[in-house]
Nanobody
Framework: QVQLVESGGGLVQPGGSLRLSCAAP????????KGWFRQAPGKEREFVAA????????YYADSVKGRFTISRDNAKNMMYLQMNSLKPEDTAVYYC???????????????WGQGTQVTVSS
């Protein structure tokens, strides 16, 4: 069982930045494609970004392309999401995930974190 723990969420003004982190305290997560998803109140969980196990390939939702950057450090069992130019519509609970059972953009991953709240508001 792979445990994932997110951190870095918070309240930020529109146009601001946040960096989310996803730790895998038990290790053994470097062999998986990993992703970030988000879920706003009353909405379905949606894909944000994904990164292959060696970091060679990254994928983004159109809504965040050019503003968000996903990265990982396998030596530290960490994954990150740098979020710039944040908008109110980015407000959601953000989840990290590992080990997709289907397409990288589908929320059908084997492992999930507990989520971290991101609120973009003035």
């Amino acid at each position: 069982q792979v445990q994932l723990v997110e951190s870095g969420g918070g309240l930020v003004q529109p146009g601001g930045s946040l960096r989310l982190s996803c730790a895998a305290p038990g290790g053994t997560s470097s062999g998986y494609t990993k992703g970030w998803f988000r879920q706003a109140p009353g909405k379905e969980r949606e894909f944000v970004a994904a990164i292959t196990r060696n970091g060679a390939n990254t994928y983004y939702a159109d809504s965040v392309k050019g503003r968000f950057t996903i990265s990982r450090d396998n030596a530290k069992n960490m994954m990150y999401l740098q979020m710039n130019s944040l908008k109110p519509e980015d407000t959601a609970v953000y989840y990290c995930a590992g080990g997709p059972r289907g397409p990288y953009y589908s929320p059908s991953y084997n492992y999930w974190g507990q989520g971290t709240q991101v609120t973009v508001s003035s």
